[in-house]
């Protein structure tokens, strides 16, 4: 099968010529093709898909045994967008999208301006896998287009990396190489335009000109003078910082542990103590009669300031905590028990694990 390199011949519009819920799909794809992948390199015994299920989704599948069938694909699988939203590679592929294409720029979540930090590693992995004879062949077996998942993951990746320099990033974060200008490739990609247009008006005679200039054998833009022009297009996208920390209903989503429904309710404070000041809140907060208690740690000795498992569970102190920072009082209580209940499961999961591997460990029989 010959294969193509679409990630040359997309167009970037004045936005994405695709649209987020889109993007959603695509990611799905991708990290299923990817799960697949992973698994003819581990695969053991029958337990495997299992395992690789459970990298994928906190909710178990009767279908997991047909995660490596070609033609399953993630809604045949019952696997949701939301069930992969909190891994790490998902958040930076929608932070990228947010802020490649509208100039969003999440304040509240990690700067990646980093060549070495999760965007780097994502953008090879992704490189990687558009040339990748495995899914070359996987996707002969598929209605999906994977190479163009693939294509439109890197597009967004390579526009929020181009949008970091032209505002001014240090290092970028895209196959490294990042310089304190833009190449004819980025341009493309910031103005909507294709390639061969962009060297079109950056002709000399051109009026109102892109300024260009040569770095060896490269055509290259220096960072005022591709502001400067795409202002004059109308085609510069303006930057909005924003935090979305703590402002979302949190109760709507699932909890694993009691460390995450705290870190939530820490974030959610913070917001409202921006939006209403930290007095109020605090008032609010007493008026519940909550106060952290000492809680020990896990492996060290000493205590911390926290949230217990026994306050969790208190029904109605969570329905007063949960109205305080203005949120559904009972399934703020819910979510809180919910997040007890699963942290004390993985634990017995893991005494019955344990339980099972020492008999063949020690040589005993079963």
């Known amino acids: ?33 990817l799960i697949n992948q992973t698994r003819f390199t581990f695969y053991r015994d029958s337990e495997t898909e299992t395992q690789l299920w459970a990298l ?18 993630p809604k045949d699988l019952g696997l949701s967008f939301s069930a992969v939203e909190n891994l790490s590679m998902v958040q930076d592929l929608m932070q990228f999208y947010e ?3 509208n100039g969003i720029l999440d304040t509240s979540k990690p700067c990646f301006d980093d060549s070495e930090g999760g965007g780097n590693w994502l953008s090879r992995i992704l490189f990687d896998l558009r ?19 693939v294509d439109r993951c890197l597009f967004v990746a390579e526009l929020a990396n181009a949008r970091l320099m032209l505002e001014g990033g240090q290092e970028g974060f895209f196959l490294g190489g990042q310089d304190y200008t833009l190449s004819i490739r980025q341009m493309s990609l910031l103005s909507g335009m294709t390639e061969a247009s962009v060297r079109t008006l950056a002709g000399p005679n051109r009026k109102n000109r892109l300024i260009t200039k040569k770095d060896g054998n490269n055509t290259v833009i220096d960072i005022e003078d591709a502001k400067a022009w795409l202002i004059a297009k109308g085609r510069y996208v ?14 709507v989503r699932k909890f694993f542990s009691r460390d995450e429904f ?17 007095d109020v809140v605090n008032e609010r907060i007493a008026h519940t009669e909550f106060e952290e208690v000492d809680i020990p740690h896990a492996n060290i000795p000493g205590t911390f300031k926290g949230i217990s498992n026994e306050q969790l569970l208190n029904t109605d102190l969570m329905h007063r905590l ?21 942290e ?11 339980i099972q591997t020492t008999p063949s460990q020690s040589g005993e029989k079963s």
């Open 56 to 73: 994928l989704s906190r909710t178990p599948t009767e279908y997991s045994f047909e995660l490596a069938d070609p033609e399953m694909t």
């Open 1 to 33: 099968m010959q294969t193509r390199d679409a990630m040359d011949d997309i167009t970037a519009g004045f936005s994405a010529p695709f649209t987020m819920d889109a993007l959603k799909d695509d990611i799905l794809d991708v990290m299923l093709a």
């Open 99 to 101: 802020y490649g294409v």
């Open 131 to 149: 040339r990748s004879k495995f899914l070359e062949d996987w996707s002969a077996y598929k209605t999906e287009d994977l190479f163009g998942a």
């Open 344 to 354: 004390k499961l993985r634990a017995i999961e893991a005494q019955l694990q344990q």
């Open 238 to 251: 303006p930057i909005k910082k924003t935090s979305a920390r703590g402002t979302d209903d949190f109760t």
């Open 322 to 342: 949960g109205a305080a920072l203005q949120l559904p009082a009972e399934r703020f209580a819910l979510r809180a028990a919910e997040a007890v209940t699963h």
């Open 262 to 278: 705290e870190q939530a309710i820490y974030y959610r404070r913070e917001f409202l103590n921006a939006e209403l000041g930290k």
